[in-house]
């Protein structure tokens, strides 16, 4: 049970295989392989930590550290306050950059005109501040922003919410079935959809996602929660020109 509660509790904060853009299988024999597999965690990666005495490992659970023998597991985020950076979310920023690129294909994107920048927003169709954020489209598009979206039930994959997103990512025009479930129009049920919302759903949970809207800026930053346009673009030209 013990086992099985710790496993849950990390699960908020999972992420992919990617470390700076590098995947790297450890020894399989590795005393943290062995014993995080015990609680059902993947260690993908095993990279140094600045705390002495402490490995940072990225898992299909979380960003995670650990002692080398595997005995002691700390889970949170690590500040390096002399120069004010949240390490584990520096870590996750390239985890998310890479993860995401393994799901342009199925994304549902409105294209900028004049695009300049983009963000990746997970998103939820019955979510308030998501259809605040859909009705700024305009404002965002002639702002140069290509909007792509990815589907998170945030009741999980059970229910109406996980269906309806099926419909839409399934729908022959799914720009238009996005917009029209966003303003409470019911969605029509496509037969045989295979849309993938719960990878999507799991990709989100791997990012450390628990809420919609969840807006990933080009750095792998992520905004957890509903932005203005005018905010969204000035954390994109600020983040540019760092």
């Known amino acids: 049970m013990k086992k099985l509660m710790l496993a849950g509790a990390m699960l908020c904060t999972s992420i992919s295989a990617f470390a700076n853009g590098v995947a790297v299988t450890p020894d399989a024999n590795d005393p943290i392989i062995t014993k995080f597999a015990e609680l059902g965690v993947t260690v993908k990666q095993i990279n140094p930590s600045p705390v002495t005495g402490l490995k940072e490992l990225i898992t299909n659970k979380g960003v995670l550290y650990a002692s080398p023998d595997g005995q002691y597991l700390m889970q949170g985020t690590l500040i390096d306050l002399n ?6 979310e520096q870590a996750l920023n390239g985890v998310r950059v890479e993860g995401l690129k393994e799901y342009e294909e199925s994304m549902i994107v409105y294209k900028a005109p004049n695009e300049k ?42 229910g109406s919410g996980y269906a309806d997103l099926m419909n ?8 238009e079935a996005l917009t029209e479930a966003k303003s ?31 807006i990933i800026l080009e750095d792998g930053t992520m905004i957890p929660g509903y932005q203005p346009a005018a905010a969204l673009k000035a954390a994109l030209e600020a983040n540019k020109a760092s």
Request: charged share 15%; proline share 3%.
């Open 83 to 88: 120069n004010r950076n949240n390490l584990t």
């Open 117 to 158: 920048h983009s963000i990746t927003v997970f998103t939820d169709i019955s979510c308030g501040y998501c259809r605040k954020l859909h009705r700024e489209l305009d404002d965002l598009l002639d702002a140069g922003i290509t909007v792509k979206y990815l589907a998170f039930p945030r009741g999980g994959l059970q």
């Open 168 to 175: 839409v990512w399934c729908a022959r025009d799914q720009q």
């Open 184 to 214: 409470g129009t019911s969605t029509k049920v496509v037969a045989g959809c295979s849309a993938p919302v719960a990878e999507h759903y799991q990709l989100g949970q791997s990012f450390g996602i628990s809420g919609t809207p969840a």
